[in-house]
């Protein structure tokens, strides 16, 4: 079965300082990940995604994404972190198993705080 | 805005009383689909359609729930005699599945939500 796992429930980061969100994955074949980002009382926002191709992918509002197959891991990373980067990130996969073809399964989401 | 829209985006309703959701859709987006979250927890995914068809249903979509997207344009979700339990945010998201791309690589765009009370 497909699964996410994000280690960490919380991150903290000093302002201007790089940041990285962890995310590991279990699959079967190749995995297709997602990560989104959601704000207090808001829905999730798309960030970036991996399907094929160059292992670095880069998203919105300045992020990126390492795709590691040999450590099953996609972790989440910026430079230099905002303050109004805090928020909730999730990292998620497509769910490819028993036939599924729609759904994502969500990691349990990282907090990140970013103070000045 | 040409998001997803979902409506409302608060409920407290009563134990035992029925509720239904509505979301609309970026307009040419031919897939939909509904996700409840709790507190602390990712979204977890409850069915999908393909225009107007319903091609997925989780094992957590228990027969009090029922979900209808008829035209392939908007959809409903309803919860028939709510319990406490049901109590979480039910997310709405839509993607565009095109023929050039593989199968579960387009995109899914969330909605605001509609968080659920029920006392």
């Known amino acids: 079965a497909q699964s996410v796992a994000q280690p960490e429930d919380q991150v903290n980061v000093a302002e201007g300082n790089p940041l990285t969100v962890k995310c590991t994955y279990s699959v079967s074949g190749n995995p297709y990940l997602f990560w989104y980002v959601q704000y207090p009382n808001r829905g999730l926002q798309f960030l970036l995604k991996y399907i094929t191709g160059d292992n670095l992918v880069k998203g919105s509002y300045g992020f990126e994404a390492e795709f590691n197959k040999s450590q099953t891991s996609f972790h989440l990373k910026k430079p230099s972190a905002l303050v109004s980067d805090s928020a909730l990130y999730f990292c998620a996969v497509r769910d490819k198993g028993g036939g599924s073809q729609g759904n994502l399964i969500f990691g349990k989401g990282t907090k990140l705080s970013v103070k000045p | 805005d040409t998001g997803v829209s979902q409506d409302p985006r608060h409920k407290i309703t009563k134990r035992g009383q029925n509720v239904t959701f509505r979301c609309d859709p970026i307009s040419e987006h031919n897939r939909l689909y509904w996700y409840r979250q709790t507190l602390g927890q990712g979204p977890e995914f409850l069915t999908y359609f393909q225009n107007e068809a319903q091609l997925e249903k989780s094992r957590l979509l228990s027969d009090r729930f029922s979900a209808e997207r008829p035209k392939g344009s908007f959809s409903t979700l309803e919860i028939q005699r709510t319990e406490q339990g049901d109590s979480a945010m039910y997310l709405c998201?839509?993607?565009?599945?095109?023929?050039?791309?593989?199968?579960?690589?387009?995109?899914?765009?969330f909605g605001p939500g509609t968080r659920l009370t029920v006392l």
């Open positions: 998201a839509s993607s565009l599945a095109g023929t050039g791309g593989a199968v579960g690589t387009d995109t899914q765009y």
